[in-house]
């Protein structure tokens, strides 16, 4: 989906709602991620976004502050290999999608730092069904 608006960098807490809203939307329709966002949904959807709000608010914008993990460990998101690339490059495209400037492009660099932690410290996944 291409927006008709000119991009612009992630500046507010809507942009940051924009990124987040944008980006599960994408990952729950996903081919390859859908299975896995979507046993996240039924579990604790609610609880993540809010979570990914303020994660990502207090770390481009320096707005409140992120209370604990950005990613709880219920989220199945994956681990390594071709699902975390494919993650990465969907959240990417969709920062590219909607934004430009420096803090888009810090948004994509702590993505890569977040997929790599998690690829190292992840233990388990959700059944998908």
């Not at 994408?26 to 994660?55: C, E, M, N, V």
């Not at 608010?57 to 219920?74: H, K, N």
Request: aromatic fraction near 8%.
């Amino acid at each position: 989906m291409q927006t008709s608006a000119p991009r612009h960098d992630i500046q507010t807490e809507g942009d940051i709602k924009t990124l987040v809203d944008m980006l599960c939307h994408k990952a729950t329709q996903d081919t390859l991620l859908g299975a896995s966002f979507g046993a996240a949904a039924r579990i604790h959807w609610p609880h993540y976004l809010t979570s990914q709000y303020r994660y990502w608010s207090s770390t481009l914008l320096g707005q409140g502050v992120a209370e604990g993990e950005p990613l709880p460990e219920q989220v199945a998101l994956p681990r390594s290999g071709a699902h975390v690339e494919h993650w990465l490059n969907l959240f990417s495209s969709t920062v590219e999608e909607y934004f430009t400037g420096s803090k888009a492009e810090e948004a994509k660099h702590l993505a890569r730092q977040m997929a790599t932690r998690l690829s190292a410290s992840r233990t388990r996944e959700l059944p998908v069904d």
